[in-house]
């Protein structure tokens, strides 16, 4: 069995089998193909607590019939664990990118799909047959794709998501970059709630949105909250939230820091269980609060604007601190002209509103509500809207801030 790919992914491939063919050389590769490259292994980066999990877990669970079908197993599972471990290598931003990262990624998922067929063919198990199908579809998203991949946070793929052991909630990878992640804390339990927990390394901005009702908690406060937010979260700072209400609540959220490599690695979460009665109730608008904002109003004032424009709304300041470094999330209005985004940094960007289209390595793509993408650095992007509906972005990098002012905040 084999992926369906693009014409660019298979130009991509070639080149790289012919630069190691030819001592790996770089002499025919172009700027073009390198970014490229860095958009495909940013991709399949995302499925570090994605796919190469959840597909090795879903084949540890199958009972083999013999020894060799377990020696294809076997190797599955090296081999999805070595794709995990990549996720911890820089994607450089020149050749490297194309012969070293994305020839790793195109050579060792070829053949945990042929370890998979093999171990299908062996002991004839519809279960390892639907583990492989479903593996093979979810990198071919990718695979078969231009190069511009999105991703969506209004369900919980299969065979694609990660259970936080201290937690036990299911978190959607969506946007894996070089210190920051996009997540979706699928929860889909009777009461919606997400655990109390920390970081001590990691800095969040968790994500509501409407409709909802409930208590979002940071330290040894609450705000009661019943329309859309954004609450700028510290390390070694309490959070969490509860669902005071039937509809349920899943909660997107930014997750990163400068000295773990934090995609949303969450070897990183203390539980930090407390009743909600322990705790001091006070106003969204308050110092404890730490600069949460209504997140919504912020969407519905900047679509209200005519011409493109893009601005923070929680500023790096309000979690930077320790070198951990700080969350930076901005709302963009992108017109019928377009926004240009030139990002000195690795740019995460949710759109939020409306219909359009983004350009980035010579290549576009239609995007539209909920679906989420990744801007490396050094690799112009173009914005923009499409239809009569004002276009509306979030995007988040995380860098150090000038002045962190969290310590402030809570003295």
Known sequence: MTMQVHPNYARLVDLARESHEQGRTPAEITPEDVALARLYSYAFRGHTIGAFHATRLAIDEIEMCDPLTEAHRKRAVELLIDLANRTMDAVEPDFRALISTFHHYATNIPRVIESLSEG????????????????????????????????????????????????????????YGDYHSWNLAYLDGPRSDVPFHLHQDGVEIHLGYGPLHGNTVLGECYAEVDEGYAMPIPPKLRHGYVNDSTMPHHVPFIFGSLTRGGWGVFLDVEAQPIELDQLEKVPVYSRPMNQTVYLEREIEKAAGKFPSVRYPIIPASTTDGDGIGGLELSVARVNEYGLNLRPDRFCIVSVVRGQGVVEMAGVERAVGAHEHFSVPSGIPAFLRQAGDEPMVTLDAVIKKASRPTWRRNRL
Do not use: W
């Not at 583990?131 to 511009?148: K, P, Q, S």
């Open 120 to 175: 299908v063919e062996t002991c004839k198990l519809d279960s390892m047959r639907k583990v492989r199908d479903r593996f093979t579809e979810l990198m071919e998203e990718i695979a078969n794709g231009n190069g511009i991949h999105t991703t969506l946070d209004t369900y919980a793929p299969e065979q694609a998501s990660f259970i936080v052991p201290n937690l036990g909630i299911t978190i959607v990878p969506l946007v």
